[in-house]
């Protein structure tokens, strides 16, 4: 269902219409509506596509009723995402019965995976547009424009939009996405992201060095070095292949930038924390000390089968490396549970290698089939709906037992914090995150975004630090 390597989905994000930048006087003549599901990859690029379609002189709108250009930038890791999309369609192909040139269209994984029922089944879009073609949707506009289906889906070895400065839609000004690989090698069985997106590639450093400091002289103070495995990062020169760039190296060469601009990154494969890796973070007080190290399952046997390439005893002495280097280092994970032929013992040995872990945040699901995988090709998806969501009830219950004291465990602690904005519970309460990932909120007073502060944690819940600033970090 949800591989780590397509990166964590931001529930509250789903379907999210992207707002025109603040800071934008310029006047469109045509506008561009355009939503974003699934993982933070299709966020981020749908900012490389709005910096493609300003070029041809589009401005982003969140009203689809001016737009004459409407697209979806889609997610093919879970069913329900792929049903929300086609209503969106179904939606959309209203509005164009009272717009007739209104174009609709399709971004990303899904529209490479569904190309041909998307276009000529249901009659539901004029464009398909996969993730690697976004440098063709001026000729493909172009095209629908004359009443023709306009499709590229074909994927590339080389393309990381590397060149292209993404348009920062609806963003706080604080925390940025830069994007630093495409594509995934893992071939996890159950995930669909090497079929969608491609084999790894990464960008050249120094355009990631240029993004990252243009974005600190503008004002943001955290980046997040975005991938499908981000640990993965491997550059070499073209022209010299002696000169290599590792995602330790990047890590470290980012972090450089200035101390006042934090460094996270998403998303990992536990195989690839490297100890390398480990040794960047601790050196450098702006890598926050945070790393997403995803299970999926405690079973040996699952773990074979979902091709996770690493044993549960494996796995569990990672993450004691990883408490070892770097000791207060907030740990999250994904879990799915339910996977083909898995058994209660299977099931049980995923919840001792939690209760190991004891993770600070999880993102949890039951196993549900994608068409394309090699789990869909090779296995039956025989374990029954009811027996997956009970195990996945408990898989929660347990782990929010596990969040709400790792909440617990800080109050009392005073901790840096980055100020993302105001609470959306209090006018009069700031919020920002640890450095852990753990999110606090605290009373506004003098303190404003993008400030660094001291806080002093009081109480909790079990998601949500609640503190006192005791002054400017």
Known sequence: MLDQVTKVHDENRQGEAYAPEAADIQTYTKKFYIESYG?????????????????????????????????????????????????????????????????????????????????????????????????????????????????????SREETYDDISPVRLDSNGVTAFVS??????????????????????????????????DLFQKGYREVTLLG????????????????TVTFANLMEKVAQISPLLRVRFSTSHPKDITDEVLHVMAKYENICNYIHLPLQSGSNRILQLMNRTYTREWYMKKVDRVRELLPDCGISTDVITGFCTETEEDHQETMEVMAYSRYDLAYMFFYSERPGTLAARRYQDDVPDDVKKRRLAEVVELHRGQS????????????????????????????????HNKVIVFPKENYKKCDYVWVKVDSCTSGTLIGTATGMA
């Not at 069985?189 to 060095?209: A, Q």
């Not at 499908?228 to 990062?233: M, P, T, W």
């Not at 465990?409 to 700031?430: N, Y």
């Open 39 to 155: 993982c933070q990859m299709n966020f981020n690029d749908s900012e490389i596509v709005a910096s493609i379609l300003k070029e041809e002189g589009y401005g982003p709108t969140r009203n689809v009723e001016e737009a004459s250009l409407v697209l979806l930038n889609t997610c093919s890791i879970r069913e329900k995402a792929e049903t929300t999309v086609r209503k969106r369609l179904t939606e959309f192909q209203k509005v164009k019965q009272r717009n007739p040139e209104l174009l609709v269209g399709v971004l990303g994984c899904m529209a490479e995976r569904l190309k041909a029922k998307l276009l000529e089944e249901e009659k539901l879009v004029d464009m398909v547009v996969g993730p690697d073609a976004y440098r063709t949707l001026p000729a493909l506009i172009e095209e629908a424009e004359t009443g023709q289906k306009a499709v590229n889906v074909l994927l």
């Open 180 to 213: 630093i690989m495409r594509g995934c090698n893992n071939m996890c069985s159950f995930c669909v992201v090497p079929f969608t997106r491609g084999r790894e590639r990464s960008r050249d450093y120094r355009s990631i060095l240029q993004e990252a400091s």
């Open 228 to 243: 499908q495995n981000v640990d993965s990062y491997y550059w070499v020169n073209p022209v010299n292949d002696n000169e």
């Open 404 to 435: 709400l004291a790792s909440m617990q465990q800080d109050v009392g602690k005073t901790f840096k914090v980055l100020v993302e904005g105001t609470s959306k519970r209090s006018e009069d309460q700031l919020f920002g995150r640890t450095g």
